[in-house]
Protein backbone atom coordinates (compact mmCIF):
# COMPACT_ATOMS: atom_id res chain seq x y z
CA UNK A 1 0.00 0.00 0.00
CA UNK A 2 1.36 3.75 -0.50
CA UNK A 3 0.05 6.65 0.87
CA UNK A 4 0.67 10.24 -1.05
CA UNK A 5 -0.70 13.55 -1.65
CA UNK A 6 -1.42 13.87 -5.40
CA UNK A 7 -3.93 15.60 -7.87
CA UNK A 8 -6.69 13.11 -8.60
CA UNK A 9 -6.72 12.20 -12.70
CA UNK A 10 -10.04 10.74 -13.50
CA UNK A 11 -13.58 10.26 -11.39
CA UNK A 12 -15.56 12.44 -9.66
CA UNK A 13 -12.56 14.00 -7.75
CA UNK A 14 -10.44 14.66 -11.12
CA UNK A 15 -8.60 17.45 -10.44
CA UNK A 16 -8.90 18.10 -6.52
CA UNK A 17 -5.75 17.50 -4.79
CA UNK A 18 -5.73 14.81 -1.89
CA UNK A 19 -4.27 12.52 0.29
CA UNK A 20 -4.53 8.81 -1.20
CA UNK A 21 -4.15 5.03 -0.52
CA UNK A 22 -3.10 3.21 -3.68
CA UNK A 23 -3.51 -0.87 -3.66
CA UNK A 24 -2.38 -3.50 -6.24
CA UNK A 25 -4.51 -6.39 -6.83
CA UNK A 26 -2.59 -9.21 -8.60
CA UNK A 27 -4.58 -11.72 -10.00
CA UNK A 28 -4.16 -15.05 -12.24
CA UNK A 29 -5.56 -13.94 -15.66
CA UNK A 30 -6.00 -15.84 -18.71
CA UNK A 31 -3.13 -14.85 -20.57
CA UNK A 32 -0.87 -14.49 -17.81
CA UNK A 33 -0.59 -12.16 -14.43
CA UNK A 34 -2.73 -9.00 -14.11
CA UNK A 35 -2.53 -6.02 -12.13
CA UNK A 36 -5.32 -3.15 -10.93
CA UNK A 37 -4.07 -0.73 -8.74
CA UNK A 38 -7.58 0.61 -6.29
CA UNK A 39 -7.02 4.25 -5.29
CA UNK A 40 -9.40 5.44 -2.33
CA UNK A 41 -9.58 8.37 -0.16
CA UNK A 42 -6.86 8.77 2.94
CA UNK A 43 -9.57 10.38 4.93
CA UNK A 44 -12.94 9.06 4.40
CA UNK A 45 -12.44 5.80 3.02
CA UNK A 46 -13.98 6.72 -0.75
CA UNK A 47 -13.48 4.89 -3.47
CA UNK A 48 -11.88 6.88 -6.01
CA UNK A 49 -10.64 5.00 -9.12
CA UNK A 50 -8.94 2.01 -10.72
CA UNK A 51 -6.47 1.26 -13.19
CA UNK A 52 -5.57 -1.51 -15.09
CA UNK A 53 -3.34 -2.07 -18.52
CA UNK A 54 -6.30 -1.41 -19.93
CA UNK A 55 -6.62 1.76 -18.92
CA UNK A 56 -8.93 3.70 -16.01
CA UNK A 57 -11.72 1.55 -14.63
CA UNK A 58 -15.26 3.00 -13.52
CA UNK A 59 -15.80 1.67 -9.82
CA UNK A 60 -18.86 3.72 -8.87
Known amino acids: MRTQK ?3 PYGAM ?3 EL ?3 TVCY ?3 GYY ?3 HVFITVNA ?3 AL ?3 ISSSGFL ?3
Open 43 to 45: EDG
Open 26 to 28: DYE
Open 32 to 34: GDA
Open 6 to 8: TEI
Open 14 to 16: EGK
Open 19 to 21: TIH
Open 48 to 50: LYG
Open 58 to 60: DLT
